[in-house]
């Protein structure tokens, strides 16, 4: 029998963020054969994952089944102003609707287009923590931020994923390193024991581009993304592009350089806001989340990847039983 993509689905998400309770919502929703997940299936839910979830924010407090439902009304009225802004944002490339007869989300009626499987996708990658097997949905993230990535800059560039395996660059790190620097008209400067013996790692890059200014001088035009599907990570792991990380190992001349941060996860706050309704927090990197990504996709007609078309086609397939 075939894995499923998505896994314990019957635990609620660890953390109170209201931006992952909407996706669970969704993801539940989705895989409900009757396609509808209402208030009262996310009470079950809180207090059936309460038992085994240690981790869980809500673990420490209460169990009277009095309070949870209490608690989780007052969380679903924050998670329907969320939905309803996704609706509104998402347009029709989003597949849910408000339900107009009791509090639930259900099924809409879309045309099954590019943008409607965009936004699939992007959902499937922003569920991490559902999903067993991680490296097939994170590398299909990593091709369809590239896809979008390229057209996001200068037309002229050079634009290549950074992973072992993208084909651009040899498989070893340090041969990697070395012919990226070169790309990027920096002089390598790692010392001999920077890398492990067989190291393929990826040296916090995902993907690089430069604009070559038709001529073999420095200072050229530099951009160099991370993508991340985990919640945990988004505020930290872009630190990977930084200057004080790149420096050394690639020895660059170039002072800045633009630096990208691909993530699935739907970090609209409406208005100017983002989901924290601030961002003093936030890296100081370009942030490319759902919205971001489904626009750029939509503007410049840029088609899925074959890999994240079968992360869906699986998503599509699978019941919650």
């Not at 009470?43 to 994952?49: G, H, I, R, W």
């Not at 287009?113 to 559902?130: E, I, K, Q």
């Not at 634009?159 to 620097?181: D, I, K, M, N």
């Not at 200014?213 to 985990?230: E, K």
């Amino acid at each position: 029998m075939p894995v499923e993509l998505l896994n314990g689905l019957d635990r609620t998400p660890k953390r109170k963020d209201i931006y992952l309770w909407a996706d669970y919502i969704e993801l539940r929703c989705w895989l409900n054969p009757d396609g509808y997940f209402s208030l009262d299936d996310a009470e079950e839910a809180l207090q059936e994952s309460a038992d085994y979830n240690a981790g869980n924010e809500d673990a420490i407090e209460s169990s009277a089944p009095e309070e949870w439902i209490d608690k989780m009304s007052r969380r679903w009225s924050d998670c329907e102003i969320a939905l309803r802004r996704r609706a509104q944002i998402f347009g029709d490339a989003y597949p849910f609707r408000l339900a107009d007869d009791y509090r639930g989300i259900e099924k809409a009626i879309v045309p099954d287009t590019g943008d409607a499987r965009w936004y699939r996708f992007l959902l499937v990658a922003s569920a991490l923590h559902y999903i067993p097997r991680i490296h097939s949905t994170t590398s299909a993230f990593e091709e369809a931020s590239l896809a979008v990535f390229k057209n996001l800059l200068p037309q002229g560039s050079e634009v290549h994923g950074f992973w072992p395996g993208a084909g651009h660059y040899p498989s070893g790190a340090p041969e990697r390193v070395t012919q990226l620097a070169r790309e990027l008209r920096g002089k390598p400067a790692f010392s001999d024991n920077a890398f492990k013996a067989g190291d393929r790692g990826d040296s916090g890059l995902d993907l690089v581009a430069w604009h070559p200014l038709w001529d073999q001088r420095n200072r050229i035009p530099v951009a160099l993304a991370q993508c991340g599907c985990s919640a945990e990570d988004w505020k930290t792991k872009p630190m990977s592009t930084s200057r004080d990380k790149l420096i050394p190992l690639l020895g660059l001349s170039t002072s800045e350089w633009g630096r990208y941060y691909f993530m699935p996860h739907d970090m609209h706050g409406g208005g100017e806001r983002w989901s924290d309704g601030t961002d003093s927090d936030l890296p100081a990197v370009i942030v490319m989340d759902r919205l971001r990504i489904l626009r750029a996709a939509q503007h410049f007609a840029t088609p899925l990847p074959q890999s994240a078309l079968d992360r869906v086609a699986e998503f599509d397939a699978q019941t919650f039983r």
